[in-house]
């Protein structure tokens, strides 16, 4: 079946350490997303990817960075520059011609301590 | 700025009731689209339904629509007949327009309201 992918469910680091989250998507989507979500909190956007080789800062950029190799995959890497890392981290992608919504994972929590 | 406000942190409901959520949204730009999504305490969104700012109809989903009022900026999603599976946290969102002059603006960036508890008692 199509989907997105996202893992681990569950993260778990120290402070410092840089960390990678996954995300891999099936249905052949352009445009690919990363969200921030903090508790009782909407999501806020920290990259997104229209085409290969190619991505732009979201609303809250600093602390993060993203490679856009292939077009199934837009991994996240939070760096020990993010002051507060702790969140829930969801994926999304989407067709860039015919519809708007976009199609989300199951997203990764993230703990650092 | 575009802005996105759910006034209701959160709802309890009836099963079998119908229930509205409220949004209100901000924009100077005359092309916007609006959606709703749903998270279930897995923590997955689900798109639900979605609202161009041309169409003249209100859209609908099986049982969900949207009450879109132009004028008021207010964009409602009505829930019918309520089932214990529609607990969830409801998020409504705006697309931002896309810019003539930026190629890569075609990705449609979303902003997200700060949410709607819905609890559906049995």
């Known amino acids: 079946d199509g989907g997105i992918t996202q893992s681990p469910k569950y993260l778990f680091r120290k402070e410092g350490q840089n960390v990678t989250l996954s995300c891999e998507q099936n249905?052949?989507?352009?445009?690919m997303y990363w969200y921030r979500q903090d508790p009782g909190q909407g999501l806020r956007l920290i990259y997104y990817?229209?085409?290969?080789?190619?991505?732009q800062k979201g609303d809250i950029a600093e602390g993060y960075s993203v490679s856009r190799e292939k077009k199934e995959s837009f991994p996240l890497t939070v760096t020990s520059a993010q002051k507060n890392p702790t969140a829930f981290y969801l994926c999304?992608?989407?067709?860039?011609?015919?519809?708007?919504?976009?199609?989300f994972g199951p997203g990764t929590r993230l703990t650092v301590t | 700025a575009q802005k996105i406000t759910q006034t209701q942190p959160g709802m309890f409901v009836q099963e079998k009731e119908a229930v509205t959520l409220d949004c209100t949204y901000d924009t100077s730009d005359q092309s916007y689209g609006l959606f709703w999504y749903k998270q279930p305490s897995s923590g997955e969104m689900i798109f639900l339904i979605y609202q161009g700012s041309y169409d003249e109809q209100n859209a609908t989903e099986g049982r969900y629509s949207l009450n879109f009022q132009k004028a008021r900026k207010s964009a409602n999603l009505v829930i019918s007949a309520s089932q214990l599976g529609d607990s969830a946290m409801y998020f409504c969102a705006m697309r931002e327009p896309r810019d003539p002059s930026d190629l890569r603006s075609s990705a449609s960036k979303i902003i997200f309201g700060s949410g709607t508890r819905l609890s559906i008692r049995p």
């Open positions: 999304a992608s989407r067709m860039t011609a015919g519809t708007y919504e976009q199609y």
């Open positions: 990817s229209q085409i290969v080789n190619d991505f």
């Open positions: 249905l052949n989507h352009d445009a």
